[in-house]
Nanobody
Framework: QVQLVESGGGLVQAGDSLRLSCAASGRTFSSYAMGWFRQAPGKERELVAAINWSGSTTPYADSVKGRFTIFRDNAKNTVYLQMNSLKPEDTAVYYC????????????????WGQGTQVTVSS
């Protein structure tokens, strides 16, 4: 069983930065792909960014490209989402997820989810 705990959300102003963290329990974290998702009120959950076991990333969502960066520290069992130049439309609950595959694939569901962390960006 894997547990994922997100942190780092909060209320910020447009243009600010935030770094989200997702700490994973278990000894197999480094073998698996991770993803950051978000869900805004009234909208479907969307994949923001994903990272493979090696640290290589999949293409970012167009809405965050050039502003967000996903990276991981396997020694700390943690994946991060650095969010810069935040916009009000980035307001959402952000979730991290683990996919029991070495390379992330949108063809498969994520296997474990965190509880989510709220990010609110005011204009």
């Amino acid at each position: 069983q894997v547990q994922l705990v997100e942190s780092g959300g909060g209320l910020v102003q447009a243009g600010d930065s935030l770094r989200l963290s997702c700490a994973a329990s278990g000894r197999t974290f480094s073998s698996y792909a991770m993803g950051w998702f978000r869900q805004a009120p009234g909208k479907e959950r969307e994949l923001v960014a994903a990272i493979n076991w090696s640290g290589s990333t999949t293409p970012y969502a167009d809405s965050v490209k050039g502003r967000f960066t996903i990276f991981r520290d396997n020694a700390k069992n943690t994946v991060y989402l650095q969010m810069n130049s935040l916009k009000p439309e980035d307001t959402a609950v952000y979730y991290c997820a683990l996919q029991r595959r070495a390379y992330y694939s949108t063809s498969y569901p994520s296997d474990y989810w965190g509880q989510g962390t709220q990010v609110t960006v005011s204009s």
